[in-house]
């Protein structure tokens, strides 16, 4: 299966001194890294836990990037320095939904604190946003903890609205998600 023809594939970015890009299949240990960085930075915003991938053998994160590379459903993302040092600073996955190819959905948005409030997370919600429109798809959606207030504003800045009532964001806990969308045709 080939991939969308997308700027995804190269690098490009609003945020200054930032490149966003796809992650490549043999980057897994790098996107490992980041992915478990994030659980453990902000354990309060995922609905996974890094108790649950940490303890995810190898095999499991090379496969996702791997089939992710030559999927035309997903676009992992991730945000880098454009400097000598390359950073690795942001991450967010966009996939097609499992039961209607023309729904995107946005997981694991994070940007790395020392990066925050520069317009990383912005310039990863673009290239998502880019991606969904080449590859046809008429909505983009999310779950966002109800008062995660930082990325609720991000996504009323992006055009996101909410749908339907909080619920809470895995069996049994305390914490609600509200969904959010954004209609791109319709
Ligand atoms: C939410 C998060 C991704 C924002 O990343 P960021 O790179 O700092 O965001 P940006 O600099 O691109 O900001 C984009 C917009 O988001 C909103 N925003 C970002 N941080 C904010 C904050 N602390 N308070 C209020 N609004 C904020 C603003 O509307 C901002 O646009 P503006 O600066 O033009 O007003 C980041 O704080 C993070 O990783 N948090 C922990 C993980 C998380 O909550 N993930 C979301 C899961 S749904």
Same mark, same amino acid.
């Given at each position: 299966m080939s991939r969308p023809e997308h700027a995804a594939g190269n690098a490009s970015s609003s945020a200054a001194g930032i490149r966003i890009r796809r992650f490549t299949a043999r980057e897994w240990p790098a996107y490992r890294a980041l992915r478990l960085r994030s659980l453990a930075d902000a354990?309060?915003?995922? #609905?996974?836990s890094y108790a649950a991938e940490e303890a995810w053998a190898q095999e499991l994160w090379m496969a996702r990037l791997t089939a992710a590379e030559v999927s035309s459903r997903d676009c992992p993302l991730v945000a880098e320095s454009a #400097?000598?040092?390359g950073a690795l600073l942001g991450l967010l996955w966009a996939k097609c939904d499992a039961k209607d190819a023309g729904i995107v959905n946005l997981f694991q948005m994070w940007v790395a604190p020392e990066a925050r409030g520069r317009g990383v997370a912005a310039a990863l919600v673009d290239e998502a946003l880019a991606w969904a429109r080449s590859i046809g798809a008429r909505l983009v959606q999310l779950g966002v903890v109800v008062d995660n207030q930082a990325a609720i504003q991000l996504y009323l800045r992006k055009g996101f609205g909410n749908v339907g009532t909080p619920e809470p964001i895995?069996?049994?806990?305390p914490l609600l998600e509200q969904t959010m969308q954004l209609q791109l045709r319709q």
């Open positions: 354990p309060q915003a995922f #609905g996974s #400097g000598p040092d895995r069996p049994g806990s």
